[in-house]
Structure formats: structure tokens, C-alpha cells
């Protein structure tokens, strides 16, 4: 099947992006780069330049070097918009004889859709150069508020470019789908896109399957550029203030200072304080002159208030004309690199009280919306090969009553996974294999989903058996957990039916519960892990002892008995600390006894012992032996 | 009768046969595509490992650039006699390691001076009047190759 192209086809930039192996992922350009700018220039010599090139010779060439030409396409030269645009252009454009638009371009007159096609060839060959295979068939997008001769326009220029234009979808849309909202049942979403040049307004409406736009909003002429041209005019002030010299005049001073400016703007999206540093920016008859300014978070949200302010104005606005109240948003999207600014995200946060979605790179946001809606019109394999995951852990309940999952929660099924544990105590024979399902640490706290018994395993001293555990889940969420001890070859299996059919709500109450409590949950565990660890060791000094008979001085076996008896004596409190000093207390005192006995065989046991010990503390269930046998026996 | 009741048995066992084979047919197919997609995951999972460690390593350079973009500015505001003191002597001794570091990492300086504008290698930020329209004047800030690929395009003053 030939992958569907999905195209943001952007003012100033655009991007693409293809399914692979069922997730939408944007494709470099032939340059490497992942966005490319929206400019198609002549060249001098004749040649048509796309992208980044076509910038690179824009001021040699401005009348021949087309830009923006989104605010063109399907318009008619009357439209308001288009006079207001046409005084702000660098280009030549007139009416053509259907009241359309004409873009000159060397000595051709050009309509904007075959300007736009220009770009939409570029994006199709290189994505072709890149996947290795035609490209015939794509998903454009353009704004929610564009009216039918502007989509057709589009179509129409991605026809041009020789693409089967499959939908023309918009862009809240997209990001919309890209967050997966679109398998929400009747939620209302707001789409808030601060772009390089636009600022655009969109509320969604999602019902069974489809998603509606209800209303927009925005201004079309306010955008990431604006922020940089404050700073860049703040740092002009600023040096004019102190230095009495206007680096607005100097047109390679002014290039190095809005690259400065952009590049302290996104530094304090991250950081709260950043430094413009640019040595020799000019000279005068004293000599070279620097700038050095430091520029906090705070003095650029000041700059730029203005026009965060007004973003959310326009939102309330946009809100207020659909007849919706904040109240009623279920989500909000971030589209647009601006959006990475904290001041936006708060201001978002502010007025609808909820967290917006922001995890998705917010320039890439639309294209991924847009591959996806290809997938699914293509109806990928979906309908046969419909993944599943588990809601919640799967596990069972290892020594002391702790659980240990096995299956971790969102685990794409089918899958399996198995580990060894072992047994509690000297010559146990059987373990009980207590299945658990749930996020908490404590197994009792969890569902208990199903128990047996595995019998017959050859006596032993504790922890030498070697029982696997292996759990196994397939595509329908049925379990089949088997035990299996390695000496005997004896097996026990258990099959659970709808172990993931527990339904969203109780699921989700569960992980509630497990994050409620996971502070308790932890301190719980942390005590019966330093039990364990204290069990062990008793269990390993004591045998030293008994081995080494007489082979140890009265004075150190003493010593480490009256070390034993105190660990004994506060293993079962409630104080981890206390369990943990007692511990490293014994395990020294012994540690020195080792070290002395000069038997070869005693020694490398009680070693052995102990550098388990020193494994165990953190994830040492491994080899840990189930809880319910340490009871019995 | 009973052959018609037959014949009828028959074509519906048929029936379902060929749709069994089709649902078979899809089942392998999605099957095989899932399988074919992992192992394309993996090799572009690898491919996009090495990518993210250019992209780190270019990040890299690029700030690295910028501080010797600066190095060089403050060289050309050298004066001759300046150049006589050792002290001045040690920074252009290390503006020499740094210009050795980038050669050591395959980059290249991009020729410019006096050349023809060309968009894939050169970035106009200025432009002049002149008797060679098209052609390059003056380097205002280097430009870089690292192993035959740009990396970051030379700014100059072009002839209007």
C-alpha cells in the first residue's frame, strides 16, 4: 500500500509526515531539516528555488521571491484582507480576469495555487527521495476558518504538484487527531495555534466519530515573529540607552541581533535567566563597541504581554460568539512553536482551569494529525490488527507480602514475560503462586485474580530451587501463568479469563488508588524489603556459625550473637532505619568473621551469601521466594 | 430432494470457504505487515538513533561556531602593532586550535569571496551596488561543510 502524504502546508512553514508501523512520523527534507520554509523564488538564472534556498536569496531578489503565499490562495483580489496584505508584500500581484489573484513572478504572471504547488513538489520529491517509493496521495491542511474556494484552491495545487489530494482537512483538526481526541465522545476542545505569523482560534466539537468545528477566531497578522521583534527593539533601546548608538542603522548588526533575539526568546522558554552576548556588534572612532545585556523570563513576559494578553481576549471572544463556556472546554491543544512559551501555557491554564495538551512537538503537531487521518482513510490494517494494552500491572505476590509485576501496566498484549524466583525457607517443597493484578506495592491491596499451588520440588536450603514464573497474555487479554521448577521439570499453570476485560472505570479508580497511596504503599514496602533483607541474613549467619563450629573465638561469637539476637529483636518494628542499622551492624561483625576463618569452603559460602544481600535491597525480589511458604512453614 | 438439498449444503459450505480464505488471506497480510513493520521500526529506529546523534553533535557545532564566528571578529579588530604583544600572541594561538578542532571534525570552510551568489551555499543578509551583479563581496560570517554536506550556509554581501 503507498503511503498517504500528510502536509501542514504552512504560511511561513510547512511540514510532512507518513504512518510507519501504525505512528505518524515527520520526514526530513532533502536539507535535513524537519519544517521548510513556504518561499519559492526565480532566480537571476532563471531557476526556481524552493525552501530554505529561495530565503537564503530573498533580499538580492524580493520581487521575484514569493512568501506568505497562503494569504493568497482562493481569495479574491477585492477581499479586504487581500488589499491590507497586498501593501505588505514585497511582491507583485494584480487581479486576474476572474477577479482572482496573479503573482508575478520574473515575466510570468502566476496564480497562488501554482505558487503553492511549487512547495507541495518539493515536500512530494523529497518524502519520495527519503521513503524510497512514490507518493501519489496526500492529506493537506488548512485553517478552520477557510471557506470553500480556498480549499479547492489547495486541492487544486497539490493536483498541480501531482498528488491525489485525498481530504483537505483543517488544522485544529489534525492536532486534534494527533492527541487522539478524536475517540472522545461528545467533548468540546479548544485549539489554540500561535504560529510564526498567525494566530488562529479553533473549538471543536467530537461526537461519534467525527470532529466539527464550531467556531474560530484569531488574527491572522500576529505571531512568534511579533515576540521577536519586541526583544529585538527592547536590545536596540537598551544598547542606544547605554551606548548612545542606533544599531537599527546597521543592517548586519540588526541580522546578528533578531537571530540574538529568537535565540533568547526559546532560551527562556527552558531557563529563567539567559545572556545576549555579541562582541564587536559595531564600532565607532573609539574603537569596537559590545553588547552584553542579561535578559530574565520575567522582563520578556513583560515585553511581550501585550500580545499574550490580547491571545486570550481573542479566545474569550471566540468563546463568547460560540456560545460556549470555559466551563464546557474538555481539553485544550498548544499548536505552534510559540506555544512552548510558560507565560502562554499559564495563561491557557488560567483561564480554563486544566492542563493543557502540550506533550506533541507543537510544530509538528498538524502534519502528524494529518498522516493519521491518511491512515485511517486508508484503513491501514486496523480493523484485522487492533492492539491492545493492559490497564494494570500483573504480578504476583512475592515474600512479605509485597507484589511484584511481571506484566507492567500499558504493555502492548500479545505478550509474555517470565522470571525465576525461589523458595523462603530450608527444604520448603512447595510455593504458592498468588496471582495479582493492580498498581499498589502491597499484593493485598491489589486484585487477587487466581491462586495454586506448585508441588514437589526437591528439598533444598532456601533459595537454591529455581521456580520460573512465566506469564503469558494473548490478543483477547486471557493469562495463563505457569509455574515451573528447573531441578524437577514440574509445571502448574492457571488460566485467567478477562484479566484486561475490567472495565475503564475501575481501572482507573484502581490507579487512582495506587497514587493516593503510593507514599504509604512505599514506606510499607521499604520495611518488609528490610525484613526480608534481615531474614536473610539471620538465616545466613546462623548457618555460618553453625558451619564454622569451633573454628570461631568465643569473643566474636559473642560478638555476632548478641549482633543476631538485637536484629531479631527489631526486625518485626515498624523502623525501617532501625531494621537497616541492626543489619549492616550484623552484616559486619560477620563480614570480619568471614574474612578470619581460613577454611576456603566456609568462606566463599558465607560471601556468597552475603553479596546476595547486597543485591537484594532495592528491586531484589528475583530470587526472592514467594511469601506464602515463609508462613507455612 | 436430497441432491438439491445438496447442491444448496454444498454452495454454502462454498460460500464460506472462500470467505474464510479471504479473511485468512486478510489476517496473514495484516500479519505479515505487522511483523514487516517492526523489523522497518527497528532499522529506522537505528537510523534515527544515528540521526538524533548528528542532530546532538551539529546543536553542538553551532554554538561552537558562534563563539568562533566571535574569535574571529575580535582577530580582525587586531591592529598591527597589537599583535606584537604575547598576550595577544596566546589568543590567536588558541583562535589556531579551535579553526584546528573543526578541521579535525571534518568541517570545512565555504569559499565565497568574490564567487557567484549561490543560494545552496551562500545566505544574502546585505546587499550592495556594484559592477558584478550576482557576485559575492564580502564574507560577512564563514560558512561550513562537515563531510561534504552543509552545514551551516556562509552570510554575504552580494552585488545588486
Known amino acids: 500500500m503507498a503511503k498517504v502524504l500528510g502536509i501542514d502546508l504552512g504560511t511561513t512553514f510547512s511540514a510532512m509526515a507518513v504512518i510507519e508501523g501504525g505512528e505518524p512520523k515527520i520526514i526530513e527534507n532533502k536539507e535535513g531539516a524537519r519544517t521548510t520554509p513556504s518561499v519559492i523564488a526565480l532566480a537571476k538564472n532563471g531557476e526556481t528555488l524552493v525552501g530554505v534556498q529561495a530565503r537564503r536569496q530573498q533580499i538580492t531578489n524580493p520581487q521575484n521571491t514569493i512568501s506568505q503565499v497562503k494569504r493568497l490562495i482562493g481569495r479574491r483580489f477585492a477581499d479586504e484582507e487581500v488589499q491590507k496584505d497586498k501593501k505588505l508584500l514585497p511582491y507583485e500581484i494584480r487581479e486576474s480576469k476572474d477577479g482572482g489573484i496573479e503573482i508575478k513572478m520574473g515575466e510570468k504572471w502566476l496564480k497562488p495555487a501554482e505558487i503553492s504547488a511549487m512547495v507541495l513538489r518539493k515536500l512530494k520529491t523529497d518524502a519520495e527521495e527519503k521513503l524510497g517509493e512514490t507518493i501519489t496521495e496526500a492529506i493537506i491542511t488548512v485553517p478552520a476558518y477557510f471557506d470553500d474556494s480556498q480549499r479547492k484552491e489547495t486541492k487544486v495545487a497539490g493536483e498541480i504538484a501531482g498528488l491525489e489530494v485525498k481530504r483537505v482537512l483543517n488544522e485544529p483538526t489534525a492536532a486534534a487527531l494527533a492527541y487522539g481526541l478524536n475517540k472522545k465522545k461528545d467533548e468540546k476542545i479548544v485549539v489554540y495555534d500561535f504560529g510564526g505569523g498567525t494566530f488562529d482560534i479553533s473549538i471543536l466539537e467530537v461526537s461519534e466519530d467525527t470532529i466539527e468545528v464550531k467556531a474560530t477566531g484569531g488574527d491572522t497578522h500576529l505571531g512568534g515573529e511579533d515576540f521577536d521583534q519586541k526583544v529585538m527593539s527592547w536590545l536596540v533601546e537598551q544598547y542606544q540607552k547605554e551606548e548612545g548608538i542606533d544599531l537599527a542603522k546597521d543592517p548586519l548588526a540588526l541580522q546578528r541581533l533578531k537571530e540574538a533575539a529568537e535565540k533568547a526568546k526559546i532560551e527562556l522558554s527552558s531557563s529563567l535567566e539567559t545572556e545576549i552576548n555579541l562582541p564587536f556588534i559595531t564600532s565607532d572612532s573609539s574603537g569596537p563597541k559590545h553588547l552584553y545585556f542579561k535578559m530574565t523570563r520575567a522582563q520578556l513576559e513583560s515585553l511581550v504581554f501585550e500580545y499574550i494578553d490580547k491571545s486570550m481576549t481573542l479566545m474569550e471572544q471566540t468563546l463568547k460568539e460560540a456560545k460556549v463556556s470555559v466551563k464546557d472546554i474538555d481539553e485544550i491543544v498548544l499548536v505552534g512553536g510559540q506555544t512552548r512559551m510558560p507565560a502562554i501555557q499559564e495563561a491557557a491554564k488560567k483561564l480554563f482551569n486544566k492542563d493543557p495538551n502540550r506533550s506533541i512537538n507543537p510544530d509538528e503537531v498538524v502534519a502528524l494529525g494529518a498522516a493519521i487521518q491518511g491512515g485511517i482513510l486508508q484503513g491501514e490494517v486496523k480493523d484485522v490488527l487492533l492492539l491492545d494494552v493492559t490497564p494494570l500491572s500483573l504480578g504476583i505476590e512475592t515474600l512479605g507480602g509485597v507484589s511484584t509485576a511481571l506484566i507492567a501496566k500499558n504493555t502492548t498484549i500479545p505478550a509474555t514475560k517470565s522470571q525465576v524466583f525461589s523458595t523462603a525457607a530450608d527444604n520448603q517443597t512447595s510455593v504458592e503462586v498468588h496471582v495479582v493484578q493492580g498498581e499498589r506495592q502491597m499484593a493485598q491491596d491489589n486484585k487477587s485474580l487466581g491462586r495454586f499451588m506448585l508441588d514437589g520440588i526437591p528439598p533444598a536450603s532456601r533459595g537454591v530451587p529455581q521456580v520460573e514464573v512465566s506469564f503469558d497474555i494473548d490478543a483477547n487479554g486471557i493469562l495463563n501463568v505457569t509455574a515451573k521448577d528447573n531441578a524437577s521439570g514440574k509445571t502448574q499453570t492457571i488460566r485467567i479469563e478477562g484479566s484486561s476485560g475490567i472495565s475503564e472505570e475501575e481501572a482507573g479508580r484502581m490507579r487512582k488508588d495506587a497514587e493516593a497511596n503510593e507514599e504509604v504503599d512505599k514506606k510499607r514496602k521499604e520495611i518488609v524489603e528490610a525484613r526480608n533483607m534481615a531474614d536473610t541474613l539471620i538465616y545466613a549467619v546462623e548457618k555460618t556459625i553453625k558451619d564454622a563450629g569451633d573454628k570461631i573465638t568465643p569473643e566474636d561469637k559473642k560478638n555476632v550473637e548478641e549482633k543476631l539476637d538485637a536484629l531479631r529483636k527489631v526486625k518485626d518494628g515498624e523502623v525501617v532505619e532501625e531494621i537497616q542499622k541492626t543489619t549492616q551492624d550484623l552484616s559486619e561483625a560477620i563480614g570480619k568473621i568471614s574474612a578470619s576463618l581460613n577454611k576456603e569452603g566456609q568462606q566463599q559460602e558465607a560471601q556468597s551469601e552475603e553479596k546476595e544481600e547486597d543485591k537484594k535491597p532495592e528491586e531484589g525480589e528475583d530470587k526472592k521466594p514467594e511469601e506464602g511458604e515463609a508462613k507455612e512453614e | ?160
Open chain 2, 1 to 160: 430432494m436430497n441432491v438439491m438439498d445438496d447442491q444448496k449444503a454444498i454452495e454454502k459450505l462454498q460460500k464460506q470457504v472462500e470467505e474464510i480464505k479471504k479473511e485468512k488471506e486478510e489476517f496473514l497480510a495484516g500479519w505479515q505487515r505487522a511483523k514487516a513493520d517492526l523489523a522497518n521500526y527497528k532499522k529506522e529506529e537505528k537510523e534515527r538513533m544515528q540521526g538524533l546523534m548528528e542532530y546532538v553533535k551539529q546543536e553542538f557545532l553551532f554554538s561552537f561556531l558562534s563563539m568562533v564566528d566571535n574569535l574571529e571578529r575580535a582577530e580582525g579588530e587586531l591592529k598591527e602593532e597589537e599583535k606584537n604583544s604575547k598576550t595577544v600572541q596566546g589568543f590567536l594561538q588558541i583562535g589556531k586550535q579551535l579553526r584546528e578542532f573543526l578541521k579535525s571534525q571534518g568541517i570545512k570552510e565555504i569559499e565565497a569571496q568574490g564567487k557567484d551568489f549561490n543560494p545552496e551555499l551562500h545566505e544574502a543578509v546585505a546587499t550592495t551596488q556594484g559592477e558584478n551583479p550576482g557576485k559575492v563581496v564580502e564574507v560577512l560570517e564563514k560558512g561550513y561543510m562537515i563531510q561534504d554536506k552543509l552545514l551551516r550556509a556562509v552570510k554575504v554581501k552580494v552585488v545588486k
